[in-house]
């Protein structure tokens, strides 16, 4: 008889299992109600209605209005528009964005494209934590500055920036400032109105929505030009039939993420991981040991290659990330890892640990028994490894 494997999911991060409460709230979408929700009759109504609701559920989770929330179709979406659009309305004014060394490809790439177009961008770095400055972003913005675009918390290190600070900053210099929240909100408090945010990306499935759902949002009296033309769903902005289901997949995930967010279970089994795998010799914590988000534990283990580890781990059933997943088809190490200072070789022997409320201790324990092994195993046929360094 085949034996199920044993999965232990601890790759959150990447993308998370849709949660109980949005597979409950979706079951009538995906059969009875299909209703187009610009038709006028009754059916079709009870689709507006739900994904009505659905705007009023976000906006609560974030502190936001809801007309503020835009749906869009993830958080590469959301960056793309935020990014592209705030420098379009603002060409008048200036050509100059300022950004950090760390950010996601969704926000990188839009940004090198911007650069390509004749933008000028100032990328800011970061210490060896994943902390920008403060005095170095003030020195950063110029007369031309349109845009500043940091993200609230970084995907590969964790590292939670100070958001609510440099908001304050970009307000006080009338720059719009963006976020990309996309691994913040759900898992930690994020309040628009207290960061001081313009615009805010979402991506539904990082908190049990589902895959190709997100949200912008755009803060009131701010006029954004249009991403897509067509019928005007979305206030205009946004045209193209909803995605109902995966509209109120997102809401229901992120009621449930947000009533109970950071859960001490969740930090606490973070903390175990960390407290114990960084006892293996020629370990490295990455990003603010302080300041991280409650499920990422992440580190560099020297003398190994990641993706060889997360391979390994699979074996074991075991299913992580080395780099993050949207980058882990590169080569190259990760540029937030290179940004942070890493060399090179050490850059490689990245792995990401992320957890949920849905992970358990004894899994933790069993990551902290195969986990060594590996490192061990690995490390005993590398050429690159001298065991007589530790
Ligand atoms: N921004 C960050 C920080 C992310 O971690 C990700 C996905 O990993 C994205 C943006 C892209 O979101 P999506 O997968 O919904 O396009």
Redesign the pocket.
């Known amino acids: 008889m085949n034996k199920m494997k044993r999965i232990i999911y601890a790759d959150n991060?990447?993308t998370s299992k849709i949660s109980k409460s949005a597979l409950d709230a979706i079951m009538p979408y995906l059969s009875n109600e299909y209703g187009n929700p610009s038709s006028l009759y009754s059916l079709a109504q009870n689709t507006r209605q739900a994904v009505e609701n659905a705007r009023i559920k976000v906006a609560q989770a974030i502190g936001a209005l809801p007309e503020e929330i835009y749906f869009t179709g993830?958080?590469?979406?959301s960056?793309n528009w935020a990014v592209k659009s705030a420098v379009e309305m603002n060409a008048d004014k200036g050509r100059h964005i300022i950004t950090s060394a760390i950010e996601?490809p969704?926000?990188l790439n839009t940004i090198k494209n911007l650069e390509e177009k004749g933008w000028e961008v100032t990328y800011l770095g970061v210490n060896d934590v994943g902390q920008i400055s403060l005095e170095e972003l003030q020195l950063a913005i110029r007369d031309d500055t349109v845009l500043i675009t940091i993200?609230t918390a970084n995907?590969e290190i964790g590292t939670i920036l100070p958001i609510s600070e440099i908001g304050e900053i970009a307000r006080k210099r009338n720059i719009l400032f963006h976020t990309?929240a996309?691994?913040a909100v759900g898992h930690i408090p994020v309040n628009v109105k207290e960061l001081n945010v313009d615009l805010l990306?979402i991506?539904g499935?990082?908190f049990g929505g589902m895959?190709g759902t997100?949200v912008l949002y755009i803060k009131k009296g701010l006029r954004l030009p249009p991403l897509h033309h067509g019928g005007g769903q979305e206030r205009k902005l946004r045209s193209g039939t909803e995605n109902v289901v995966g509209i109120i997949a997102l809401s229901a995930a992120l009621e449930d993420a947000v009533s109970c967010l950071s859960t001490d279970i969740v930090v606490k089994m973070r903390d175990r991981l960390i407290e114990e795998l960084l006892k293996i010799p020629r370990t490295c914590l990455t990003g603010d040991p302080v300041n991280r988000l409650p499920g990422i534990a992440s580190f560099v283990f020297e003398g190994i290659e990641g993706e060889s580890m997360v391979l390994m781990l699979d074996q074991c059933g075991i299913c992580a990330s080395s780099g993050?997943?949207?980058s882990s088809d590169s080569l190259e190490p990760s540029h937030v890892l290179l940004a942070i200072g890493l060399p090179h070789e050490i850059a490689h022997g990245s792995l990401r640990l992320s957890l949920n409320k849905d992970n358990t201790i004894e899994e933790i324990d069993y990551i902290l028994e195969k986990l060594p092994e590996i490192v061990a195993k690995l490390r005993s046929m590398s050429p690159l490894w001298d065991e007589s360094k530790s």
């Open positions: 991060a990447a993830g958080g590469t979406e960056d996601h969704a926000v993200m995907n990309d996309v691994q990306s991506s499935h990082k895959k997100g993050s997943a949207c």
